[in-house]
Structures are given as structure tokens and as C-alpha cells.
């Protein structure tokens, strides 16, 4: 499975359990990853009315915390595809 | 495989009961569907109970207040189609010849905590989220935005079954919500899941609900009113398949057998009762259960087809999203609705001269359960 995909659906969460103070609306999405399987996750870096049916998202990590023996927990995400850097 | 008559159905009003117990709420819908039945608990020869997250043995702990009368007593948790398969199973016990008097009944407490509770500690939930952690709502927003973008269609269609399922409610004196609301209000209510407020989501309740099936014989020896057969009784778990290619939904093949079994089609159904937790689900089963192709479900709101009154009612108690679902009891809800609706007694709300009605309800984890009944 390539590291990019395009989006397939998405919403935002406003309300995660009924009657929870908001800890902030968040960005889920499924994204069909090139030749591979759809997959769901959050969509970090974008604003939530850029989002986009179809549009290029990439993954990317997210440090959750520190886990046993000091090292970082860390999970996967997505976000809008990057421009490629050019070569200098 | 011997017939099979629904010969009584009772339930309470769904609401939220915090102060009533679940023994109080499954007494008030079993006797009511006994003397429905003109039978008392003694006649009952079996009973399956539906029930989610009530604890070992609810259906046995909650009739044991009826009286200890020895018959065997079975709880089945299949999340919301727990109560359809409460009623499955009685109907195989008669239909198998093993009884001729079988009651299911289904409880639900969901302000107990029967629903997912948040947990105490913020960080678990900031970790949840940084996962990508959906709750229910969450998945069927989801749905409907990849429906809005496949069938070119606004959020305007989902809302109109909300205001449309509301209006039924309205004539139900058992929902939990007897009021009308407006197009209005259900765009412009709380945002749950975007595109979704909460409108487009059924709400959380409590209570029971209950039906006596018997064999023909039995039934005829009743006597009182029309029979109501048990025409077609399917139950599916999920099949295998990928993103890539989805074979036919749950529903679909599901609703099949169902046809099948009773030898008749959609085009042969009066009213139908659907599993609509949200309302794009409606919809989608409009498709699934074959009355109309892929991506015409939209039409078929937009242009009164499914409201009392038009072709082919849908929901015609309120659905879950005005009648309510406490889980447990929900599929019960259904039957008791259209026996109501057979018999010719449902008042305001009569689908008139209804002769055979369908109840799908799906469970979470990939079942789905259809009945077809017919006068």
C-alpha cells in the first residue's frame, strides 16, 4: 500500500458522546490508498470546509505520548497531499 | 415446518423511565401482549427474550416476577435486532412443533448506561480522537456524504425523512416523540456529526416490548380477531467483501430469502418498518428491500411515496427516529406495529386496507433479521 490516497468520505465530530463537554470538533475520514484498501483515520492540516470528496491525502504520524521505556507512541493520520520538494 | 400466528402484541410507551425497572417495564408488555392474546403467563410454553447489556440471564430474571413456571426461558443479545430475534426464535419454537404457545419479549434501559458511556479520564478521550475513533453517528454521516456526492443530492432528502418519521410519531400514543418537527428544524438542530444534527439521529430511551405467537390451531381456538401470519422469517450474519468490489448489501440478500419464503415481493407489501438509528439508513433500505434502484431513494421521500398515505408507507409508528430505540425491545416495536396496522386498529396513522407488512432491523456487528406478516 503507497502512502497516498484521495478521500473517499469524511465527516467531523462535534459531539463524540452525548452530553460531553466538546473537546474540539475533529476530522475523520476514508481514504482509498493507491491500490490498496480503504482506510479510515483523522485528517490533521486542513481547515474543515476544505475538505473535499476526492481530494490527494497523504499519511502522516502523530506522537500520542510516550510509551514504555521513554519511547514515543505514535499512530498513523492523514493530510492534504504535500507539493514534492524539488530536487536543489 | 408448521404456520404460525402472531396472536397477541403489547408494549410500553419508549421514553426515558429513569425512575421504572426493567422487570416493571417487560411485566407491562408481556401482559398486555397476553391478554392482547387472551392468555395468561401459565399458557406460555417457551419464551426468548431480547436484551443488551442487562446482565446474565435477563429474560429469566425478569419473567421469574411473572411467576416460576418452569418453561425455559432464553436471553439473545444481537444489539438493535435483539428483539427480532427474540421473535424468531419463538416463532421456530412453534413452527418447529416443539410448542404451541411461544413469547418473545425485548427490555431496554439505555439511560442506565446501556449506550457507550464516556470515559472519566480526558486524555483516554484525546487519544480516541487522535485515532480516528467514530461514534455511530460518525459512521453514517459518512455514508450520507458519499451519497450526497455519488447521487448529486443535498442534505434536504435525509432531513425529510426526520420531518416524515416525526409526523407518524405524532399519531403514535407509544413513541417517545409525539410532537411534528420542521424542515427547519431538523437542518437547523445541533451539529452531531457533520452533515448530521441531531435530528437525523434516533434518540436514547427506555422500554419493553412484547409478542405471544401460536399455532394455527391454537390460534384459530383463540379466536379473537383476524389471523395474522408469520409469512417469511430470514436472519443473515455478514458475507466476506472488498472495498473493491461490494457484493449485495446485508439487507438485500437478507430481504430475498425473505420474499422467498413468502412467496411474494416488494410490490406485494402494504407497509414496511426499517432500522432507521439515522435517516439516511431509510433510504438506503428503500433500495436494499428492492422498492426502487440504486440512487432513487432519494426520490422516493422527496415525492411522499413512503409516508402515510402514499404507495408504500415506511416506518409508519415514528421509526426509531420519533417512536424511539431502547435496543432490546425495538424489533418487537415493529411487530406490534404492524399487527396493530393488519388488524385495522391503528387509528390516525392506519395504512388502509393493509394485508401484509415487512420489519427489517439490522445489529451491529453485521446481522440483519426480516419478518413479513400477513393478514
Given at each position: 500500500v503507497g502512502p497516498s490516497g484521495r478521500l473517499y468520505t469524511y465527516t467531523v465530530v462535534y459531539e463524540l458522546f452525548a452530553g460531553l463537554d466538546s473537546l474540539g470538533p475533529y476530522a475523520v475520514g476514508q481514504v482509498e490508498m493507491e491500490g490498496g484498501p480503504r482506510v479510515q483515520g483523522l485528517i490533521t492540516g486542513s481547515e474543515f470546509d476544505e475538505l473535499e470528496i476526492d481530494m490527494p491525502l497523504e499519511l502522516t504520524l502523530l506522537v500520542l505520548g510516550t510509551g514504555e521505556r521513554g519511547r514515543p507512541r505514535v499512530t498513523y493520520a492523514f493530510r492534504p497531499a504535500q507539493p514534492k520538494e524539488r530536487a536543489p | 415446518m408448521r404456520q404460525v400466528a402472531v396472536v397477541g402484541v403489547g408494549m410500553t410507551r419508549f421514553a426515558q423511565h429513569p425512575q421504572r425497572s426493567i422487570a416493571d417495564l417487560g411485566a407491562e408488555a408481556v401482559l398486555a401482549a397476553l391478554a392482547d392474546a387472551g392468555l395468561s403467563w401459565?399458557?406460555?410454553?417457551?419464551a426468548w427474550c431480547g436484551a443488551v447489556g442487562l446482565g446474565m440471564t435477563a429474560g429469566t430474571r425478569l419473567l421469574a416476577e411473572l411467576g416460576l413456571t418452569g418453561a425455559p426461558i432464553t436471553t439473545v443479545d444481537n444489539a438493535s435486532a435483539s428483539g427480532s430475534t427474540a421473535f424468531r426464535e419463538a416463532y421456530l419454537s412453534v413452527a418447529c412443533g416443539l410448542y404451541d404457545v411461544a413469547l418473545a419479549v425485548g427490555v431496554g434501559k439505555m439511560t442506565a448506561g446501556g449506550g457507550a458511556a464516556a470515559?472519566?479520564?480526558?486524555?483516554?478521550?484525546?487519544?480516541?480522537?487522535?485515532?480516528g475513533f467514530l461514534p455511530p453517528a460518525g459512521v453514517f454521516a459518512m455514508r450520507t456524504r458519499r451519497r450526497m456526492h455519488d447521487y448529486g443530492a443535498t442534505i434536504v432528502p435525509y432531513a425529510r425523512v426526520s420531518v416524515k418519521n416525526h409526523r407518524h410519531g405524532s399519531l403514535n400514543p407509544f413513541a417517545q416523540f409525539q410532537k411534528e418537527v420542521t424542515l427547519e428544524q431538523v437542518l437547523q438542530s445541533r451539529l452531531v456529526c457533520d452533515p448530521l444534527t441531531v435530528l437525523h439521529c434516533c434518540p436514547i430511551g427506555?422500554?419493553?416490548?412484547?409478542?405471544?405467537?401460536?399455532?394455527?390451531?391454537?390460534?384459530?381456538?383463540?379466536?379473537?380477531?383476524?389471523?395474522?401470519?408469520?409469512?417469511?422469517?430470514?436472519?443473515r450474519s455478514e458475507v466476506y467483501s472488498s472495498d473493491g468490489h461490494p457484493g449485495p448489501s446485508i439487507t438485500e440478500l437478507t430481504a430475498r430469502q425473505a420474499y422467498e419464503q413468502?412467496?411474494?415481493?416488494?410490490?406485494?407489501?402494504?407497509?414496511?418498518?426499517?432500522?432507521?438509528?439515522?435517516?439516511?439508513?431509510e433510504i438506503d433500505y428503500y433500495e436494499s428491500l428492492g422498492f426502487c434502484r440504486r440512487g432513487e431513494g432519494e426520490r422516493l421521500v422527496e415525492e411522499g411515496v413512503t409516508t402515510i398515505g402514499g404507495p408504500i408507507p415506511f416506518n409508519t409508528?415514528?421509526?426509531?427516529?420519533?417512536?424511539?430505540?431502547?435496543i432490546g425491545p425495538?424489533?418487537?416495536?415493529?411487530?406490534?406495529?404492524?399487527v396493530v396496522q393488519l388488524?385495522?386498529?391503528?387509528?390516525?396513522?392506519?395504512?388502509?386496507?393493509?394485508?401484509?407488512?415487512?420489519?427489517?432491523?439490522?445489529?451491529a456487528g453485521g446481522v440483519c433479521v426480516i419478518h413479513i406478516l400477513k393478514r
Open positions: - | 401459565p399458557d406460555v410454553q417457551t470515559p472519566a479520564d480526558r486524555s483516554e478521550i484525546l487519544q480516541m480522537q487522535a485515532m427506555d422500554g419493553a416490548a412484547a409478542a405471544v405467537v401460536a399455532s394455527l390451531p391454537r390460534a384459530r381456538r383463540l379466536g379473537a380477531g383476524p389471523l395474522i401470519r408469520v409469512a417469511a422469517s430470514a436472519f413468502a412467496g411474494a415481493g416488494p410490490e406485494d407489501m402494504d407497509l414496511v418498518q426499517v432500522h432507521d438509528a439515522f435517516t439516511v439508513e409508528d415514528g421509526g426509531l427516529l420519533a417512536r424511539g430505540h431502547p425495538t424489533g418487537l416495536a415493529q411487530v406490534w406495529e404492524t388488524r385495522g386498529q391503528a387509528g390516525p396513522r392506519q395504512v388502509e386496507g393493509a394485508r401484509a407488512g415487512l420489519c427489517q432491523m439490522i445489529g
